[in-house]
């Protein structure tokens, strides 16, 4: 009898064929394809929580047991991701995959480093990395604080490159997303006129 593949669709970090050939060498690219009905959230690092007419961009991997095990210590299983089988669309056909699912939703973003190796995965695998910044975007909204020092940090490198007038919030973000300063072109999309007072006066409304 042959053995039935073990097949696992990736969403977050291990859709990064250069970290899957690091962590999982054995492991077999598949196709990919989206996970319906869901959506990608950042609790730091990606999850997937149900949401009527969403869709999540996946890669579906053929695993060895190796490569399973490898995972399971990477996504801290069982306490940190949980395991769930779902079924997805790949080619026309409906197939059974596993999942990892964070055991939290409590949102905060993802540092610049962990966005870039998911967004090298979308790239690879041809999706629209709109999905991946309207995610990361979200997950922005929901913390308290709207400027961390990250952010402050990364208004500070552009100013010191004299390359623009830093009132214009949107060659600031340009330049933010050619240098890789995902947190600040994320932030910059709901706190223009914060960015105008700080600009302005070096404080934010929590400094005052």
Known sequence: MAKRRRLYIAYGSNMNLGQMRHRCPTAKVVGATFLRNWQLIFCGVASVERFRGGKVP???????PEDEHALDIY?????????????????????????YIMNTDRQSPPNSSYYNTIRTGYKSAGFDVNILRE????????????????????????????????????????????EGFYELV????????????????GKTEEDE
Not at 186 to 201: A, G, M, N, V
């Open 186 to 201: 994320c932030w910059l999309e709901d706190h223009k006129r914060e960015y105008s007072r700080f600009i302005l006066t």
């Open 135 to 178: 995610a990361a975007k979200r997950s922005i909204r929901k913390e308290e604080n709207p400027m961390n020092s990250t952010v402050r940090e990364q208004i500070m490198a552009i100013r010191s490159g004299a390359e623009t007038n830093m009132f214009d919030a949107n060659a600031v973000q340009q330049i933010a997303m050619r």
């Open 75 to 99: 996504e801290g299983w069982p306490r940190m991701y949980r395991k769930e089988t779902l079924r997805v669309t790949l080619d026309g056909r409906q197939i059974y995959t596993m999942i």
């Open 58 to 64: 996946v890669v579906v991997w053929e695993l060895q």
